[in-house]
């Protein structure tokens, strides 16, 4: 490949060597989305976001309940952020291999492996009753769940550059509908026998399990899923081997024709590359956008829920389990609705570029609103001002998760070849669970801190994110005008 003189909107990558989702002849106007597929892909990814979410609204209460702070009111929020990061830490151990895997054997194996996961460790998540417990539990959904990475990959299986803006406008509903009905679940089914003694007095298992019911439901949802796409989700790559082969338990084919291509262009998109390929600068800038966007995402979900617990005398709001789940409920179906609707159209008239730097810049009013909202509920209580401060902040984070939809584009863009997608999105999703691991501690830590010794006015873990939104912007400015394969 020659070397041309370039600058920051020149694909990085040449045109017959970039990465179609899908390859066609000839692309003429907008490729229909297959609803079929699409349809159960899109239902997964509601599932997927309600196992993390069910137990945003009771994690502070499950931590006093099981007695790991001693009472102490400050470090709830520390533990709080360990038994989230734990989940993305075990996830980012095993994300990448799960998607290495789902490029050699298929993507649908893989799915079914990890709703079997979320299934298990739900189970086991609302059986516990020491720490311990929880976190084996935690760190089990982490480790066997590789779902989130393979549909990704799927949808630029199925995707082209004419529809992957549609079927990303629609991503964010699905994940943002799981977020609403994951606390909404966790928020009003957490404690059944006390808060419905009508409906579920009678039962001694959710009377010494309370957080059964909620986690049950999830893990309910996940085996009715298993089912859904065992029987109706077709494979959407083309395998170059089966688990039975991979494990040496069935004899290889002598001749592999069927599967690889005579056509040698075609072979080397279709060949599966080493880790270190992969480690190309469009891939890394791609992983680095995604990384940022993350970090901040993350910190202020883990944060969310314990600032709204905190008492107000402590700089919180002081809400209760029910309140807290109807809140993050809103939240999502606010997210979701609002992505569909606009999404393609900003992406349409600012493009990829601009449209990510416009996201993580309102980062910034939704960060400041934190100790907005907490000086105006210590002066008036939770009045209807502090509840409309609530939904400004919430807003400001609807418009900023839209960095994401972007980002997965730029992401399944930058992959060397066909069969790498997996791939690829594996480096990106394991670099970002590693971020996912570190950031609800760091930012939850940095929170208890605060308002414990009065840090910054009690304001450090504030600060603390506008910094992560400083990154974000930096990683931004790196990125092309255009999609890499554009």
Not at 34 to 53: A, N
Not at 100 to 109: A, E, T
Not at 452 to 470: D, F, H, P, R, T
Request: proline fraction near 5%; charged fraction near 10%.
């Amino acid at each position: 490949m020659t070397l041309e003189a370039a600058d920051e909107g020149t694909p990085l990558l040449h045109t017959n060597d970039c990465v179609e989702p899908q390859q066609k002849a000839a692309v003429t106007g907008k490729t229909p989305l297959p609803w079929g597929q699409f349809s159960i892909i899109l239902s997964l990814q509601v599932l997927e976001p309600m196992t993390s979410q069910v137990i945003s609204p009771f994690a502070p209460q499950l931590i006093r309940d099981i007695g790991v702070t001693d009472g102490e009111e400050a470090r709830v929020g520390i533990y709080v952020g360990l038994l989230q990061s734990l989940f993305f830490a075990t996830e980012a151990l095993t994300t990448f291999h799960w998607s290495r895997l789902s490029d050699l054997v298929g993507r649908k194996p893989i799915l079914l492996i990890g709703l079997t996961g979320i299934s298990i460790s739900m189970y086991s998540f609302g059986l516990s009753r020491i720490f311990w417990s929880v976190i084996l539990s935690r760190c089990l959904c982490g480790a066997l769940n590789g779902n989130v990475v393979v549909m990704k990959s799927m949808i630029a299986d199925i995707t082209d550059s004419t529809n992957m803006p549609q079927a990303y406008g629609y991503i964010p509903f699905a994940w943002q509908a799981g977020i609403a009905l994951g606390p909404l679940i966790g928020g009003l089914l957490a404690h059944p026998t006390v808060r419905y003694p009508e409906l579920f007095g009678r039962f001694e298992l959710l009377n010494a399990y309370p957080y059964f019911l909620p986690c049950g439901v999830i893990g309910t949802l996940a085996l009715v899923w298993w089912c859904v796409t065992s029987l109706f989700l077709s494979e959407s790559t083309q395998p170059s081997t089966s688990f039975a082969r991979l494990l040496g338990l069935h004899e290889s084919e002598g001749s592999t024709s069927r599967t690889m291509p005579s056509d040698s262009d075609l072979r080397s998109k279709m060949k599966h590359l080493p880790f270190r390929d992969l480690l190309v600068t469009r891939v890394i800038i791609a992983t680095c956008a995604y990384a940022a966007a993350a970090l901040i995402e993350i910190s202020f979900r883990a944060v969310q829920p314990v600032f709204y617990a905190t008492p107000i005398e402590m700089g919180g709001l002081g809400l209760d389990t029910p309140a807290i789940g109807i809140i993050l409920a809103v939240l999502g179906i606010l997210n979701g609705v609002l992505q569909v609707l606009f999404f393609v159209r900003l992406h349409d008239w600012l493009g990829g570029k601009n449209l990510y730097l416009f996201f993580v810049f309102s980062r910034f009013p939704m960060l400041a609103l934190f100790p907005v909202i907490s000086f105006t509920a210590k002066a008036q209580g939770l009045s209807y001002f502090v509840y409309l401060l609530v939904g400004l902040q919430l807003l400001a984070f609807v418009i900023s998760y839209s960095a994401y939809g972007v980002v997965f584009m730029y992401i399944n863009a930058s992959a060397p070849n066909r069969a790498s997608i997996g791939a690829t999105n594996g480096l990106a999703q394991t670099v970002v669970s590693v971020i996912r691991a570190i950031g609800p501690a760091l930012a939850n830590s940095a929170y208890s801190l605060s308002i414990e010794k009065q840090l910054l006015g009690g304001n450090m873990a504030y600060w603390l994110m506008a910094g992560m939104v400083c990154i974000a912007i930096g990683v931004g400015s790196a990125l092309p005008r255009r999609l890499w394969c554009e």
